[in-house]
């Protein structure tokens, strides 16, 4: 099978058998094999009975995912991950928005000219300010601390993969705006990027809206920074700032201690040891550098006990 084209979804009644056509018309020009893997995250419209009539009339090319709730885009993506058995793995959106299109351009970037991944790059977007503002500061943000330099629109829900690249990553939680540097962890290098055409919604509203999601995304690029860089020897970072806390703090409790020392031996009126700023410099610097050593060894006992400790990508084997 040449494509396996992926379409997470909540409550896109309207949207479906628009783009479902839209699709078949696509792969049929161009001759692909393909199948199409709705996700219905838990949709409370008639999105599931929509897929079911589409699954009705196109049984070999349909098949879906229904979850009990909503459990947001990013596991959904990582089930139908799972499902894809196509060579070059599509995500896109329900919405109309991404557009199948640009199906055999991706297909061909993939195939062609060997990326792993090809990402779209919306250079005209029809959202609203509201979205495209933040999304610059975020991409700036995700391309430094990535190091995935060429890189414009981390967040784009059409994105082109090798199938290997989707059968060795793992999108949890909120991780599907930095699906490109999951890749980039998994050792997947080959990232591109497309400009790809982009339309206003045609149908609802969008799910992204809330402000919180600047704040999570932050975070999740952070858990993401530190999981890639000491995810597996967590020693090494709390460790190292460990020991150079402790380090000044000890040199600090020196100081006070040789003065105090100092004062006693020659006799004059000495001030009372809290009297230093360095009493209190070596005060914390010692608890903190103490505790920071205590997390490094806690960090390196629980990745020694993670399922996952062992699991190394391995390219080829023979
Ligand atoms: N989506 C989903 N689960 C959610 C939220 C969104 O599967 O909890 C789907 C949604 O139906 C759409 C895609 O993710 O197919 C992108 O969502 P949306 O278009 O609302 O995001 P935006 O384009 O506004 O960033
Ligand atoms: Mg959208």
Not at 88 to 102: C, G, R, Y
Not at 178 to 197: C, D, N, Q, S, W
Not at 253 to 274: M, R
């Amino acid at each position: 099978m040449d494509i396996s084209v992926i379409i997470p979804l909540y409550n896109e009644e309207e949207s479906l058998p628009e783009l479902f056509q839209w699709i078949q018309r696509v792969m049929n020009e161009n001759g692909f094999s393909y199948e199409v893997i709705f996700v219905d995250d838990g949709s409370t419209d008639s999105s599931w009975s929509v897929i079911q009539r589409l699954k009705a009339e196109s049984p070999d090319t349909v098949h879906a995912i229904k979850f009990r709730r909503n459990y947001g885009k990013s596991p959904a993506l990582y089930c139908g991950f799972a499902a894809a058995q196509g060579d070059v793995v599509i995500t896109m959106d329900a919405d109309l928005q991404d557009s199948p299109d640009e199906i055999p351009a991706l297909y061909r970037m993939i195939r062609q000219e060997g990326y792993d991944l090809v990402s779209g790059y919306k250079q005209k977007r029809y959202d609203p300010l509201s979205k495209t503002l933040p999304t610059k500061l975020f991409n700036a943000t995700a391309r430094r601390v990535s190091g995935i330099k060429n890189l414009h629109d981390f967040n784009c829900g059409l994105k082109a993969y090798r199938r290997e690249v989707v059968k060795h990553i793992e999108v949890y939680g909120e991780m599907h705006r930095y699906i490109p540097y999951l890749a980039k962890a998994a050792g997947f290098t080959r990232i591109g990027e497309k400009t790809v055409h982009h339309q206003a919604r045609k149908f609802g509203k969008s799910k992204f809206m809330g402000w919180n999601r600047f704040v999570n995304g932050y975070l999740d690029l952070l858990s993401l920074w530190f999981l890639d860089s000491f995810g597996l020897k967590p020693m090494h970072v709390f460790g190292f700032i460990g020991t150079l806390m402790f380090l000044l703090g000890f040199i600090a409790v020196t100081v006070v201690g040789a003065t105090k020392l100092y004062y006693l031996h020659t006799g004059t009126a000495h001030p009372l040891v809290t009297d230093s700023p360095y009493f209190y410099l070596a005060l914390t610097m010692m608890i903190l550098g103490t505790q920071l050593f205590v997390a490094g060894f806690l960090g390196e006992l629980i990745s020694r006990n993670a399922p996952e400790r062992n699991n190394y990508q391995i390219e080829t084997q023979f």
